[in-house]
């Protein structure tokens, strides 16, 4: 077990070796269940719980080091590596700032979490501001991105994997599928980078 988290009468422990998150009834730390199975990568080093029992976790040696997943078990948000390059500690404060600990570079990131228009989570810079034109969505779907000139976008599925990238100037497409083939229905996440690198996140559902 490498993290630990108590959220109203529950005690959650994470587990680095199942790549899961056991939730514990309390007191009398008893009734084990799986509450969340991580995918795409191992290595869970800590986890913080939101207002919504979502969960970010914190995983050294991995692409994205800080993820959301949802009770799906799906990743719904990350933070931008480049932000937060190392974490293998995390927790939200009662304001719901995340607070994540970087033992590499010797600090401690106090990181404030955006709501976007469609109601995720977000992290990064004021600026600029995405949105998608049918969400979930059916075949393509498009993202109207206001505030910035150019973008880079990608297209990550739930394991980080990037489908598909482009440069947007107001709005980018994607037809829906990977490397020709159509994408499998589920959870996805738009990535969208600005100019002055900031950065910006939204969770897409192909149906």
């Not at 974490?87 to 404030?112: C, F, R, S």
């Not at 995720?120 to 979930?136: K, L, M």
Request: charged share 15%.
């Amino acid at each position: 077990m490498t993290g630990l988290e108590i959220s109203g009468s529950y005690l959650y422990l994470s587990s680095v070796n199942q790549n899961a998150c056991y939730r514990y009834s309390m007191p009398g730390v008893s009734g084990r269940t799986i509450y969340r199975t991580y995918v795409g990568y191992s290595q869970t080093k800590d986890i913080a719980i939101n207002s919504e029992n979502h969960i970010w976790v914190a995983a050294n040696h991995a692409t994205h080091t800080l993820r959301l997943y949802n009770a799906s078990n799906q990743m719904i948000d990350f933070i931008e590596p480049s932000l937060v390059p190392y974490a293998t500690g995390v927790t939200m404060d009662p304001e719901g700032y995340l607070w994540v600990a970087d033992p590499v570079n010797d600090k401690i990131y106090k990181i404030e979490l955006l709501t976007s228009i469609e109601g995720e989570e977000t992290a990064g810079i004021p600026g600029f501001s995405i949105r998608a034109g049918a969400n979930p969505f059916v075949g393509a779907v498009t993202l109207f991105i206001e505030g910035m000139s150019t973008a880079e976008v990608e297209i990550l599925d739930i394991s980080g994997r990037t489908v598909a990238s482009g440069t947007a100037r107001g709005a980018f497409i994607w037809d829906g599928t990977c490397q020709g083939v159509p994408a499998p229905s589920g959870g996805y996440i738009a990535l969208v980078r600005g100019e002055s690198g900031n950065v910006r996140t939204l969770s897409l559902i192909k149906l």
